[in-house]
């Protein structure tokens, strides 16, 4: 299995505050990916990351925020946490075009 | 606007025959898809792909179809056993640019014993 861990893997918070999920590799991947999956909708690509400080928006970016500071460590921010972003997240890493991307085991957030 | 579309949401069959599963892409710049495979709780995991130089790919009981002039694409699993049931995710990418990997909504599949 790739060397790939999310934390937390379940995570319950209020309304309004900020929540951080981290995605953490120990393959040396390029490219690392946040997704959404709601049901109905499969994976939807939240931000993306093409190296060290080098990230770009997805399909459904609004309301988060990304850092790359190394090359083993993704973070995803909700600065203010709304109740439509309870969902499953998931990292991803891949090394590029043609090739698959592995995925963590993903993160429950609550939104209350 | 969903460049990667699985029109069935479910599909049931019985234990030994044939799953077809479909997906069709609207992105003419895609040339790489995979077949990802979810279990409940867990995360995606990788089931085979294929590049649009090639129109079949088989490993073992899963083989992937593409038909690119129609932007189609279909996933066969044969013989169906019980441990395939599951959510199948169809996704799409290029290999030049920016290399986002799109991703259906999935069709959860159920094997009858």
């Known amino acids: 299995d790739a060397g790939i861990t999310q934390s937390p893997r379940h995570k319950v918070t209020e309304t309004g505050t900020p929540v951080t999920l981290r995605c953490h590799q120990t393959e040396n991947h390029r490219y690392m990916y946040w997704y959404r999956q709601d049901p109905g909708h499969g994976l939807r690509l939240i931000h993306y990351?093409?190296?060290?400080?080098?990230?770009d928006k997805g399909e459904v970016s609004d309301g988060y925020s990304v850092s790359r500071s190394k090359t083993e460590d993704f973070l995803l921010t909700l600065e203010s946490a709304t109740s439509s972003q309870t969902s499953v997240y998931f990292c991803?890493?891949?090394?590029?075009?043609?090739?698959?991307?592995?995925f963590g085991q993903g993160t429950r957030l609550t939104v209350v | 606007d969903q460049q990667v579309k699985q029109n069935s949401p479910s599909l049931s069959v019985q234990e030994g025959r044939i799953s077809i599963l479909n997906c069709d892409y609207t992105n003419s710049m895609f040339d790489y898809f995979l077949w990802y495979k979810k279990y409940p709780a867990e995360g995606p995991t990788f089931l085979i792909s294929?590049?649009?130089?090639?129109d079949k790919n088989e490993d073992g009981r899963f083989t992937v179809f593409l038909n690119k002039s129609a932007k189609h694409l279909s996933l066969h699993i044969v013989p169906s056993q019980p441990g395939d049931s599951a959510v199948y995710f169809c996704a799409a990418s290029a290999t030049t640019g920016d290399y986002k990997l799109s991703f259906g909504a999935g069709t959860t599949v159920t094997v009858r014993a």
């Open positions: 991803a890493i891949s090394d590029g075009g043609g090739t698959e991307a592995f």
């Open positions: 990351s093409y190296g060290v400080k080098d990230t």
């Open positions: 294929i590049s649009s130089i090639k």
